[in-house]
């Protein structure tokens, strides 16, 4: 038993008194009362402290969530750094590098290939180099580009090349070849420059021929990269023809300026009399 002091007289009581013997204060209501200000206080200091640790564990960009989610079980990358990069984000940790664009990740260096199983690699131009920079806050700058997805292009050739029943080798993220038999032939060739996972410029080139003659594969990697970068296929080929009828004798350069983009298609003869054409695809100079 503890005496404590009557809130109402100070006269000291039992704290186990129903009522001030005193005053006649009613120390059981009181105390009641006490302790129910007490709980509720309780209850708030323990919701608080929740809604804290709620926010300290949601309180993370979302590029970061996206990076964890798709780390194996049990996998950590310790702190990360974040930077905008090419209308994505550059997420840096301290054991692997990854770029998070439109909700995907892309894996930047091996290390984050390794943590992220299954996840695509980034474009070239987004590498550790462009990751950094972006974290430090000095960014490489997005230039004038094609309205094609890099990982676009391929699929593109692939499906262009099959109508017209041609075979497409890739051999590399950024070339492809037309195979032709001929050993004494260069097989025409497909590549693309990108930034950002952006095309910023098409080319396609090959040897068309000895004196003029047309080489089927060479023709029909120039038509299917016109197919790649033209939206509307109509167009494609009164595009086309207009290049191919611009070439002359005297004209070995022939540059037309359409939806956007600027189309370039030159010729160079060897002395074995042989014919090359290359068509370069770059966005319109302004």
Request: glycine letters at 8%.
């Amino acid at each position: 038993m503890a005496m404590v002091p009557c809130p109402e007289c100070k006269n000291t009581i039992s704290n186990k008194a129903k009522a001030c013997p005193q005053c006649g204060f009613d120390m059981a209501k009181h105390i009641k009362a006490k302790n129910a200000r007490g709980g509720c206080l309780l209850v708030i200091v323990l919701v608080v402290l929740a809604v804290l640790l709620i926010d300290k564990k949601t309180n993370i960009h979302p590029a970061e969530d996206a990076v964890y989610a798709t780390l194996e079980k049990g996998q950590s990358i310790g702190k990360t750094d974040l930077g905008a990069l090419f209308g994505g984000m550059a997420v840096v940790a301290e054991n692997g590098v990854w770029w998070v664009k439109d909700g995907t990740v892309f894996a930047v260096n091996g290390i984050a290939s390794k943590l992220s199983k299954g996840v695509a690699s980034s474009p070239p131009s987004v590498d550790y180099a462009a990751a950094k920079a972006a974290v430090a806050g000095t960014p490489p700058a997005m230039p004038p580009h094609l309205p094609i997805a890099w990982n676009a292009v391929g699929p593109a050739l692939k499906k262009a090349l099959a109508e017209a029943k041609m075979p497409l080798q890739e051999t590399s993220y950024i070339m492809w070849q037309v195979p032709v038999k001929s050993l004494e032939t260069l097989s025409p060739t497909i590549e693309l420059q990108e930034t950002g996972g952006f095309v910023t410029q098409l080319m396609a080139y090959g040897e068309i021929g000895k004196g003029e003659a047309f080489n089927r594969p060479a023709l029909a990697a120039l038509m299917a990269t016109m197919v790649v970068a033209v939206p509307s296929q109509e167009e494609v080929m009164p595009l086309f023809e207009q290049l191919m009828g611009g070439l002359t004798k005297e004209n070995n350069t022939v540059t037309v300026v359409a939806q956007g983009m600027q189309f370039t298609l030159e010729k160079a003869k060897t002395d074995k009399n042989k014919v090359y054409l290359t068509l370069t695809i770059v966005p319109q100079p302004k």
